[in-house]
């Protein structure tokens, strides 16, 4: 069984940085991309940055300059580092995996982790 676990949320003031980490652990055989999605209350999850196997980076245009997503395949791990943080910034991040390989699911399958929260105070 694939799980991802997150961690690095908390509570931050407006201008600073934190920075979040998920690793996949399980029988994993290759990730084809991994990323963070974020949901605020009322609103709908959108993808913040995601990055391939091959180092293809993705982000929202809303945190373009200020989060650098970087990973390492090795430990199946992705990090997210978020810098000049703002209120907007405030919701669940959520890790996800695009297309799992292990040896007992050979198509692959998406897993999500539950999220960790980050609060930035004005």
């Known amino acids: 069984q694939v799980q991802l676990v997150e961690s690095g949320g908390g509570l931050v003031q407006a201008g600073g940085s934190l920075r979040l980490s998920c690793t996949a652990s399980?029988?994993?055989?290759?990730?084809?991309?991994m990323g963070w999605y974020r949901q605020a209350p009322g609103k709908q999850r959108e993808l913040v940055a995601s990055?391939?196997?091959?180092?293809?980076?993705n982000y929202a245009d809303s945190v373009k300059g200020r989060f650098t997503i970087s990973k390492d395949n090795a430990k199946n791990t992705v990090s997210l580092q978020m810098n000049s943080l703002n209120a907007e910034d405030t919701a669940v991040y959520l890790c996800n995996a695009d297309k799992v390989y292990t040896m007992t699911n050979l198509r692959g399958r998406d897993y999500w982790g539950k999220g960790t929260l980050v609060t930035v105070s004005s």
């Open positions: 990055i391939t196997s091959g180092g293809s980076t």
């Open positions: 399980g029988n994993i055989l290759s990730i084809n991309a």
